[in-house]
Structure formats: C-alpha cells, structure tokens
C-alpha cells in the first residue's frame, strides 16, 4: 500500500511477485493483519485461484480487507508471505498503517476548537470594576 494513514475501509494491498527461473511458479501464503496489541484481526489467503508464474515473468495481485469495529483502530501491522517453487522458499514483507476513523479525527477537531475558543474568550474577559453604592454612607 502507498498509504501510511487510513481514515476508512476497504485498504488495497498490493504484491508483486518476479520469476526469474526456468519453471513456472505457483504463489500461495497469507497476508495476516493484527492490531498494536499483537491480536490478529484477520488472515487473508494468497493465490486461491493458483494462478501460475511463467518464467522470466511477474504476478501482481492485490488483497482488499475491510477492518470493521474499534480492534482496528490504531496502528496495525500486516505482514504478508509468499510462499513458492519446488523448495518452498518464503519471501516475508510486514508493513506497519494507521487506522483512525474520520469521525474520531472531526471529534478531535470539534474538542480542540472548543478548548481554544474557551481559553480564548477567558483571556479577552475584562474584570468589571464594581461602582461603590450611592447612599450606604452618606
């Protein structure tokens, strides 16, 4: 993904994948995301439609995930592998994304203006001088 901050779902992730053999290859693995605490949250399979890799060639996919519910908020860490070939060799990449909803981000915004303009206005208040009462002593 070319995003590091999320507001709302569904994200795309995109993989590519070189063959640079002599046989075709067939790509299968995981994209696993968790959350800060370490949860995963989903699994994602890789390649369910075991497309092949001819050689000297590439095999681009992309994985959309939707992220529903406050587990998702936060920071999250998706780590994808592939696993192919005949020795099933692994390629592991995990990238690390920010998901905050619009509407925390508007909340945010609302409770901060609200803070400045209260201070504002508390700072342009003038103390009243109070006029002494006309007759109390004379």
Do not use: C
Request: aromatic share 14%; hydrophobic share 45%.
């Amino acid at each position: 993904t070319d995003k590091k901050l999320y507001t709302f779902f569904p994200a795309a992730l995109s993989m590519e994948l070189r063959n640079t053999g002599s046989i075709h290859l067939v790509p299968t693995g995981l994209v696993t995301i968790k959350n800060w605490r370490g949860d995963v949250l989903q699994q994602i399979p890789i390649n369910e439609t075991q497309r092949k890799v001819l050689p000297y060639t590439s095999w681009k996919d992309t994985i959309t995930f939707v992220g529903n519910g406050l587990k998702y908020i936060g920071p999250l860490t998706i780590e994808n592998t592939i696993v192919y070939g005949t020795q099933q060799s692994r390629v592991r990449e995990t990238i690390r994304i920010w998901y905050i909803p619009w509407f925390f981000i508007l909340l945010f915004v609302i409770v901060l203006l609200v803070m400045v303009g209260i201070i504002f206005f508390k700072k342009r208040k003038k103390p009243t001088v109070m006029s002494p009462r006309r007759g109390f002593l004379s």
